[in-house]
Structures are given as C-alpha cells and as structure tokens.
C-alpha cells in the first residue's frame, strides 16, 4: 500500500517553483533615478558625435646584430650593423572643437606621430595634421580636412565644478570606442601628478572616479548638461587599469591654451619676473606673519614686471584676481591663465597691510608655430644671475631648446647665455627681438654662448 502524501507537504515543495512561474512586476523605480538615467542618455546623444578616436603612427628605425646577443660572435666578427623599419602604434581621444575640423585632444597622445587618423562617429577617417602641441600643459590642436561641417563639443565652465557632482567620461578606452563612463569629482585643484622631468608643467587637475584607461587620453570628461569640463589625460594606477582615480584638465586652462596652438604652435605664458617658494609653518613663524595661506616671494626680477608693478621679496601674494592662492603651484595655474599683455590683479601682504597690485606679463620671444632656432629665451637680470648662477647678467637666457632644431644640434643647453648674434651685441630682449627679425631661421648664423665660466661661438644651421 503507498504511503499518503499530506496536502500540506506538496503546497510547501511547490511554493518556490510557483513563485518562479508566477508573471513577474518590474521593481518600482522612482522618478528621480529614471530622470538621471535619461539624463546620462541625452549626454551620451548629445556629447557622441564630438568626440573621436585618434590612432597615431610612428616608423623608428631599430639596428640591430646579425648575431644577436651572442657575445662571443659579436666580439670575434666586426659585422655591421642591420636596420630595419619598425611601425609604433597608439590609441587615445580628440574632442571636435570647430566646425570646419579642429580636434583637441592630449599632446602626449600624438607626440612623435608621422601619421595621425581621426575617426568619426560615423565611421570616416581623416589624416591629421598638428596645428600645435605642448608637453607643458599636455595638450594639442590637430586639423582635418571634413566633407561636411562637424559638431563641435560645447565647452563648459571648469570654475564652476563642485565636488561630488556627476563627471561622465567618453572616449575610446583599449579600443572601444566611444565608451560612456560615469562618475563624480572627486577633487579639485590635484598637483604634483606628474614630475616636472615628466614635462608637464602646468598642474591644476580635476579628480574623477569615472572609469578612464589608456585610450581615453585627450577625452571629454563632460558634466551632467553634456558640458565639456575637462580633457581627460591620466590615471593613478599600480597596474595600468582603472583603480578609480583619473585626471582631466580644466577646461578653462584648456580654453586659454587653443588660441596660442593654433597660432603659436604652442601655449606663450605670461613673464611676469617674480619667484615664489611655499609659506611653511616655521617660515610663518619666524617671518611673524598674521596670514594664512599666500605664497612668499623669494626673488623679483630688477627688470621685470613684477618689480614695475612693486612687488618685492618678503611680499605673500593671497589671491590672483580674487582667486585665493595656498601653494607655488596654485599660483603657477592661476597666472597660467592669462595672456601676455594682460593686466593681472594681486592681492599682497606686506608689513601687516594688505595692497592691490596690478602686474603686466611680458611674453617669450617666439616666431609663429616654433621658436627661432628652436630655441625659447627669457631675459636676464642681476637677480636672474644670481638665482641661476650665470656668470653675467646681460644677454637673453635660454630657458628651453626643441628637439631636433638647429639650436639643439648646435648643443645649446637651457641656462645658456646669449649674448651676440652674428657679432651683434645682445644686451636684453629688445636686442634679440631685432636681430631675430633680422636673421630669418631659413639663414646660418653664429651666436656667442657664456656657459659657466666659459664663453664660445656656436653655429646655428638654416631651417
């Protein structure tokens, strides 16, 4: 006889298996996060279009042995050298900032390129040209040629940025193209991320946990009106993935840079002739300052701006413009954007009283899109001299030299001293203003160099 099953068993075992058949209910959602979901998605329809992907090509030529490493046939047999082409490829982001094809995008994304393809949303491809790139900000202006007009991204205002806000990254991370990550800021006013070996100077980064690799370089970091706020550059990581700490360039250091790019070739800071240290608390201390914050002047330039404009050593500078300054690399941002020529108001603190100074910055003698001769100079002074520990204190500093121009084949070094073109006396940057326009790059000419102790003429080729 089979045992009976009790009724109450059978309801239990098959509750799960009615629960799983059962028509299934959406779970409630609030109107809130629906809002933000449709918000994320007219970003990306929105921002999409302005954004592309940029794959850069290099040919190196690499020798090598026709033994490879073995040393002993290496060390017996004299044979030359074999060369051979080969092909370097890289991937990162642009943001369309013009209609009719100018692309922004992260220097270190192109530098080096002899090929550069940008590609759009809808799939054209386009060869590239730089307009203009420096390594000290990071960034670049490339150009191409489209069939039809682009749409340029809508550039916001990075002043205004909050912690905590919504931040949403679109590029082209390891490939994917345009990918749409979200986050928020996670700070502001981040410095230091790169060294200065690394040769960017100029830091003042936005912080995000938006997802961002390589490839999203040169990127959009957009806030949630689909503003473009930042250029997402880098990425703190032990293992070269996102661990949630990105970096993206304001968009206002961005907006003051595009003119010089496409005009200069690269970004002409203002001289203003002043040196700062930070205010440490020994330092605040000692000097028996009542001020918090600020950056104190270690050294004015005799000749200078700031020394027109009577600023002077022991002086705290507080703000730049209203904008309250609390390190050297703050104040290095802050100044960084604005255009030589321009007045630039300083809150300093002198002898227990506050005073208002206007400064006007001079710019670095430059030719458009290179420097003459490759070569970048700022003026001396005896205060300059001093700092550097240049053995005059006349002439033009060399403050940078590009690689491969004549300037660099020549040998010149940044702190080298200038001080005659083709036997003409160089006794400031007016001086050299006029002999440069004067010599074109196109015409050989020698300059006397100081270096050190010593003094010699060097041979500058034509460009």
Same mark, same amino acid.
């Given at each position: 006889?089979?045992?009976?099953?009790?009724?109450?068993?059978?309801?239990?075992?098959?509750?799960?298996?009615?629960?799983?058949?059962?028509?299934?209910?959406?779970?409630?959602?609030?109107?809130?996060?629906?809002?933000?979901?449709?918000?994320?998605?007219?970003?990306?329809?929105?921002?999409?279009?302005?954004?592309?992907?940029?794959?850069?090509?290099?040919?190196?030529?690499?020798?090598?042995?026709?033994?490879?490493?073995?040393?002993?046939?290496?060390?017996?047999?004299?044979?030359?050298?074999?060369?051979?082409?080969?092909?370097?490829?890289?991937?990162?982001?642009?943001?369309?900032?013009?209609?009719?094809?100018?692309?922004?995008?992260?220097?270190?994304?192109?530098?080096?390129?002899?090929?550069?393809?940008?590609?759009?949303?809808?799939?054209?491809?386009?060869?590239?040209?730089?307009?203009?790139?420096?390594?000290?900000?990071?960034?670049?202006?490339?150009?191409?040629?489209?069939?039809?007009?682009?749409?340029?991204?809508?550039?916001?205002?990075?002043?205004?940025?909050?912690?905590?806000?919504?931040?949403?990254?679109?590029?082209?991370?390891?490939?994917?193209?345009?990918?749409?990550?979200?986050?928020?800021?996670?700070?502001?006013?981040?410095?230091?991320?790169?060294?200065?070996?690394?040769?960017?100077?100029?830091?003042?980064?936005?912080?995000?946990?938006?997802?961002?690799?390589?490839?999203?370089?040169?990127?959009?970091?957009?806030?949630?009106?689909?503003?473009?706020?930042?250029?997402?550059?880098?990425?703190?990581?032990?293992?070269?993935?996102?661990?949630?700490?990105?970096?993206?360039?304001?968009?206002?250091?961005?907006?003051?840079?595009?003119?010089?790019?496409?005009?200069?070739?690269?970004?002409?800071?203002?001289?203003?002739?002043?040196?700062?240290?930070?205010?440490?608390?020994?330092?605040? &201390? #000692?000097?028996? /300052?009542? =001020?918090?914050? *600020?950056?104190?002047?270690? %050294?004015?330039?005799?000749? @200078?701006? +700031? $020394?027109?404009?009577?600023?002077?050593?022991?002086?705290?500078?507080?703000?730049?413009?209203?904008?309250?300054?609390?390190?050297?690399?703050?104040?290095?941002?802050?100044?960084?954007?604005?255009?030589?020529? &321009? #007045?630039?108001? /300083?809150? =300093?603190?002198? *002898?227990?009283?506050?005073? %208002?100074?206007?400064?006007? @910055?001079? +710019? $670095?003698?430059?030719?458009?899109?290179?420097?003459?001769?490759?070569?970048?100079?700022?003026?001396?002074?005896?205060?300059?001299?001093?700092?550097?520990?240049?053995?005059?204190?006349?002439?033009?500093?060399?403050?940078?030299?590009?690689?491969?121009?004549?300037?660099?084949?020549?040998?010149?070094?940044?702190?080298?001293?200038?001080?005659?073109?083709?036997?003409?006396?160089?006794?400031?940057?007016?001086?050299?203003?006029?002999?440069?326009?004067?010599?074109?790059?196109?015409?050989?000419?020698?300059?006397?160099?100081?270096?050190?102790?010593?003094?010699?003429?060097?041979?500058?080729?034509?460009?």
């Amino acid at each position: 006889m089979r045992p009976k099953i009790q009724s109450w068993w059978l309801a239990l075992a098959c509750a799960p298996l009615a629960f799983l058949l059962a028509p299934s209910k959406a779970w409630p959602v609030s109107a809130g996060v629906m809002q933000i979901q449709q918000d994320f998605e007219t970003v990306a329809a929105k921002v999409a279009p302005s954004v592309v992907n940029i794959s850069s090509t290099q040919f190196m030529q690499e020798y090598y042995s026709p033994f490879g490493n073995d040393p002993f046939f290496n060390q017996f047999f004299d044979a030359p050298m074999l060369g051979r082409t080969v092909r370097r490829e890289s991937l990162g982001s642009g943001v369309i900032i013009t209609a009719d094809g100018e692309v922004l995008t992260n220097a270190h994304v192109v530098n080096g390129a002899d090929e550069i393809t940008v590609k759009l949303l809808s799939g054209d491809e386009y060869k590239a040209k730089v307009l203009g790139e420096d390594n000290r900000v990071d960034l670049a202006v490339l150009r191409i040629h489209p069939k039809a007009p682009l749409t340029p991204a809508v550039l916001g205002d990075s002043s205004k940025v909050k912690v905590g806000q919504w931040a949403i990254a679109i590029g082209n991370p390891l490939g994917f193209d345009h990918s749409l990550t979200v986050g928020v800021i996670s700070a502001k006013g981040r410095t230091n991320v790169f060294s200065d070996q690394g040769g960017v100077r100029y830091q003042n980064f936005l912080q995000t946990d938006a997802a961002i690799n390589h490839g999203n370089s040169g990127g959009p970091l957009c806030d949630i009106d689909g503003q473009v706020i930042g250029i997402n550059t880098a990425i703190a990581t032990p293992n070269q993935g996102n661990i949630g700490i990105g970096f993206a360039i304001p968009i206002n250091m961005v907006k003051r840079a595009i003119p010089d790019l496409v005009k200069r070739g690269r970004v002409i800071p203002p001289q203003l002739g002043f040196y700062t240290q930070d205010l440490t608390p020994s330092l605040v &201390q #000692a000097m028996h /300052l009542s =001020v918090r914050g *600020g950056v104190l002047v270690a %050294d004015v330039a005799l000749d @200078g701006p +700031a $020394a027109k404009a009577g600023l002077k050593r022991g002086d705290v500078i507080l703000s730049v413009e209203g904008q309250k300054v609390d390190s050297s690399e703050d104040l290095k941002s802050l100044l960084y954007q604005y255009q030589p020529g &321009q #007045a630039i108001g /300083l809150k =300093v603190y002198r *002898g227990g009283k506050t005073l %208002d100074l206007s400064v006007v @910055g001079e +710019a $670095a003698v430059a030719t458009k899109g290179a420097f003459w001769h490759g070569l970048e100079v700022v003026a001396n002074s005896r205060s300059v001299a001093t700092r550097r520990g240049l053995a005059v204190s006349q002439g033009v500093v060399v403050a940078r030299v590009a690689q491969g121009s004549s300037g660099a084949d020549a040998g010149l070094q940044p702190d080298d001293v200038l001080v005659e073109v083709n036997q003409k006396p160089v006794q400031g940057l007016m001086d050299w203003q006029k002999l440069i326009q004067e010599y074109p790059q196109n015409q050989e000419v020698v300059v006397r160099v100081v270096r050190g102790q010593e003094m010699a003429y060097v041979a500058l080729r034509g460009e």
